[in-house]
């Protein structure tokens, strides 16, 4: 595998943005196999949590190692304290994510382009914001997971207003005053209710995966979003075991999410 650390300018955000990009590269016999994709390569943009970056998952986990065998490249942005959000006060890390960002990269490299070749996963904020991508972006996106993700924003916010009231600038300048994202595209459990509306039409709805540790402070959001994906008859790749909001469950669960990915 090659590691490239990318830095460009986007357009959309009007600065200079940084990315790490993982590109599959055949080897062997240095303890790492590469497997025996071909360009255009599948690709997972994997998205870090609120206190991170974009070098946080080679940091903390071995990202590296676990994709070589699939030929899957990898793509993590940097997108600071933007909950990826086209904010209120601030950048429009949304549509730089979900737009410019996969536009650019399959610029600079093989990347396929099709949608069944994109994928998107991310922990806590990232966990918000890949499903945030699959909910809102089903035709740009075939699969998203969420590990220990702010899957309910509006819980969120109320419980961090109380816990540490210095967040609330914070929120205010993502999403603006008052409650205005309930409801909004902003919304996980409302565009879920959306995406729910493309049930027997030939539009496509992309794969759900979201998995929380039962100690985690974020555990009754995934269940809120858990229930409400049945209730509304989304299929969701569910799963919780005994962790908190760390990365030696992520570690473990980003395994997972790539055994779950559609990458044959």
Not at 8 to 18: K, T
Not at 36 to 55: I, V
Not at 206 to 225: I, V, Y
Request: contains cysteine.
């Amino acid at each position: 595998m090659a590691l490239m650390h990318v830095n460009f300018y986007s357009e959309e955000l009007g600065m200079c943005m940084q990315a790490d990009v993982i590109i599959p590269q055949p080897q062997q016999g240095i303890g790492v196999e590469g497997g025996d994709a071909k360009p255009p390569y599948k690709t997972l943009y994997l998205l870090h949590g609120m206190s991170d970056d974009n070098t946080i998952w080679q940091r903390r986990t071995s990202i590296e190692r676990y994709v070589a065998p699939y030929g899957l490249a990898v793509v993590m942005p940097a997108v600071h304290l933007s909950f990826y959000t086209d904010m209120a006060w601030g950048g429009k890390f949304f549509t730089y994510v979900s737009e410019e960002l996969p536009r650019v990269m399959e610029g600079f490299f093989p990347l396929s382009a099709k949608r069944e070749d994109r994928f998107a996963a991310g922990l806590s904020m990232g966990g918000y914001g890949a499903m945030k991508l699959g909910l809102r972006c089903p035709d740009t996106f075939a699969a998203v997971a969420s590990l220990s993700g702010a899957l309910d924003v509006g819980e969120m916010v109320a419980q961090s207003g109380d816990r540490q009231p210095e967040l609330n600038k914070t929120w205010e300048a993502i999403w603006g005053a008052g409650d205005q994202f309930k409801g909004s595209d902003e919304d996980l459990l409302a565009l879920a209710e959306k995406l729910a509306k493309r049930k027997g039409t030939s539009q496509p709805i992309p794969k759900l995966f979201a998995w929380c540790g039962t100690e985690d402070f974020l555990f009754e959001q995934n269940h809120s979003f858990r229930d409400h994906a049945a209730k509304l008859g989304l299929e969701l790749a569910y799963s919780e075991s005994p962790g908190d909001h760390s990365w030696g469950y992520w570690d473990e669960q980003i395994q997972q999410v790539l055994k779950w990915l559609p990458l044959k």
